[in-house]
């Protein structure tokens, strides 16, 4: 079989992709966490090993953020996702929250059921407003209504089929534009 040399180039002389060609994925890191963690914090707190850091190949990259965590809780909850540029400082993707509505808890998603697990897995596209090649980091934040939430175990847990133990990850996509 030939080896191809795209415009004449070797493989490792390719900086870049060309024009044209968006839409391609050009990596992916990814967070699993299997073991349990809680909080009772009532308001937003860092998530215990759900976070990660990509650095984009290319400025005008996308990154597609994808959680999927397995919840247990007493009452109602909440997370959402931050974003800090090159170690600038941690800022909430607001784009993806719900909009400001009195008391209620701005969140990327939430909800409020007792004693079973929930599985919330969410996608978001964070189209940077900046030109960069610099260290993204994403990580998760959660709050608690009231009472413990739990990651990765059902609120009661107790020791037979139905109350499961399961598995949280973070995904990201780095998308070339």
Same mark, same amino acid.
């Given at each position: 079989?030939?080896?191809?040399?795209?415009?004449?180039?070797?493989?490792?002389?390719? *900086?870049?992709?060309?024009?044209?060609? =968006?839409?391609?994925?050009? +990596?992916?890191?990814?967070?699993?966490?299997?073991?349990?963690?809680?909080? *009772?914090? *009532?308001?937003?707190?860092?998530? #215990?090993?759900?976070?990660? *850091?990509?650095?984009?190949?290319?400025?005008?990259?996308?990154? @597609? /953020? /994808?959680?999927?965590?397995?919840?247990?809780? &007493?009452?109602?909850?909440?997370?959402?996702?931050?974003?800090?540029?090159?170690?600038?400082?941690?800022?909430? /993707?607001?784009?993806?929250? =719900?909009?400001?509505? =009195?008391?209620?808890?701005?969140?990327? +998603?939430?909800?409020?059921? #007792?004693?079973? =697990?929930?599985?919330?897995?969410?996608?978001?596209?964070?189209?940077? #407003?900046?030109? @960069?090649?610099? &260290?993204?980091?994403?990580?998760?934040?959660?709050?608690? &209504?009231?009472?413990?939430?739990?990651?990765?175990?059902?609120?009661?847990?107790?020791?037979?089929?139905?109350? /499961?133990?399961?598995?949280? #990850? @973070?995904?990201?996509? &780095?998308?070339?534009?």
């Amino acid at each position: 079989m030939a080896i191809i040399k795209p415009n004449n180039n070797t493989i490792s002389a390719i *900086t870049a992709l060309p024009a044209g060609l =968006g839409g391609k994925v050009l +990596q992916v890191q990814e967070t699993v966490k299997t073991d349990v963690t809680s909080t *009772t914090s *009532t308001t937003y707190a860092d998530m #215990t090993g759900m976070s990660r *850091t990509i650095t984009p190949v290319a400025a005008s990259s996308k990154i @597609l /953020i /994808i959680p999927s965590l397995f919840f247990g809780n &007493e009452g109602g909850m909440a997370y959402h996702i931050q974003r800090d540029v090159a170690g600038g400082g941690y800022s909430t /993707i607001t784009a993806y929250t =719900g909009d400001a509505a =009195g008391s209620r808890e701005r969140a990327s +998603q939430g909800g409020n059921w #007792t004693q079973t =697990g929930a599985q919330f897995t969410g996608t978001y596209l964070d189209t940077p #407003t900046y030109s @960069l090649t610099n &260290e993204l980091t994403y990580k998760l934040q959660w709050t608690a &209504e009231n009472g413990t939430l739990y990651l990765n175990r059902t609120h009661n847990d107790a020791d037979n089929s139905y109350h /499961i133990r399961s598995a949280s #990850t @973070l995904t990201l996509i &780095e998308i070339g534009a």
